[in-house]
């Protein structure tokens, strides 16, 4: 479908034909007409199928065709990372340059004049205002920020803002807002805590869900079949001549984070760690420096498994097998974009086998094992139909064995 056959107005419609976009992404076609309709609305899509104009555009079009205050915010737009915002509020300023309206993105850094711009953008009744929740709570602790005439809330990557810990947040945040609102949620996966964070939220919802789509063909997927104790002699193997320009290796924990980080820096290996334990300004400084090519290896958890863009990733590891089967497709997305290649590396401990078998059942295919190196000891059987959680290994090297998905959340 195209954007000219929907219901949108024609400065909205001049703003996407400058910026070159024609058709909808399916998202984008489920997601706007139920906006538009003032409906609130619980969408599940993945990081890069458009979500972002999928709410964009329909509030957008609403706000510019009048009849919301000229002096206070009417829209919030929330947003986990500082990162994910000031995308979100480039795509905004794109969108609405045909427009009347004004937007201010609100996020966390030390800079004294950044707060006084956002400040400024808030008493004077910014349009639209994308912000990440600790920032945003900061000027509405001031006693300066009106929200009781806000009409549209926006939720961007809801899963993410929960498992950073900004449930309470969220909630504090609505708080202030007026019940009379249009309540728009987006998210990467739907957990059980989402949906209650949708029942408190959301009146009625429309609910649009989109399959979460296979990694790219040009990613080509292996896996290691471990100990838990053999992989830190993988990751020592597989880098002992060269190391590709730019690796991230995805952990299960902060805590895990640390320790990997920790071992390959023993290892002389040129790394930086990536964990929700750091400043906004210390996350900013590592994803500075290995976008830059100072930092080869970035360790890191899932937050920065989606909202980040790096397009020239050359390998992935997945230290820990992923807990579910869009978080695997999230990490090893990080790798062959922009008509690149890439490789995805899982290492698979005895624990993980089933939740592993369960990932290769949703892609509908087995993933090629490596053979261990001989140096690091013999490799426990393949065999996810018969372990147990904790289970003792068995013999004999990498098989491919029999399918039994086992989901872990």
Known sequence: MKFSELNLNDQVLDALDAMRFEECTPIQEKSIPAILEGRDLIAVAQTGTGKTAAYLLPILNKLSEGGYPEDAINCIIMAPTRELAQQIDQQMQGFSYFLPVSGVAVYGGNDGVLFEQQKKGLTLGADVVIATPGRLIAHLSLGYVDLSRVSFFVLDEADRMLDMGFHDDIMQIASYLPKERQTVMFSATMPAKIQQLAE??????????????????????????????????????????????????????????????????????????????????????????????????????????????????????????????????????????????????????????????????????????????????????????????????????????????????
């Open 200 to 409: 408190n939220l959301l009146n009625d919802p429309a609910e649009v869900k989109l399959a979460v789509s296979k990694p790219a063909d040009k990613i080509v997927q292996a896996a290691y079949i471990c100990r838990e104790g053999q992989k830190l002699g993988i990751i020592q193997n597989l880098f002992a001549d060269e190391v590709p320009e730019r690796v991230i290796i995805f952990a299960s924990s902060k805590l895990k984070v640390k320790e990997v980080a920790k071992a390959l820096k023993r290892m002389r290996l040129n790394v930086g760690e990536m964990h929700s334990d750091l400043e906004q300004a210390e996350r900013e400084d590592v994803m500075y420096r290995f976008k830059a090519g100072q930092v080869n290896i970035l360790v890191a958890t899932d937050i920065v498994a989606r909202g980040i863009d790096i397009d020239d990733i050359r390998l992935v590891i997945n230290y820990d097998v992923p807990h579910d089967n869009e978080d695997y497709v999230h990490r090893i997305g990080r790798t062959a974009r922009a008509n690149n290649d890439g490789v995805a590396i899982t290492f698979v401990s005895e624990k993980e086998q089933s939740k592993f078998r369960g990932i290769e059942r949703f892609l509908g295919k087995d993933i090629y094992k490596i053979p261990l190196p001989a140096e690091l000891g013999e490799a426990p059987a393949y065999n996810p139909s018969e372990r147990k959680k904790g289970g003792n290994g068995g013999r004999g090297g990498n098989k491919q064995g029999t399918k039994k998905r086992r989901r872990n959340s």
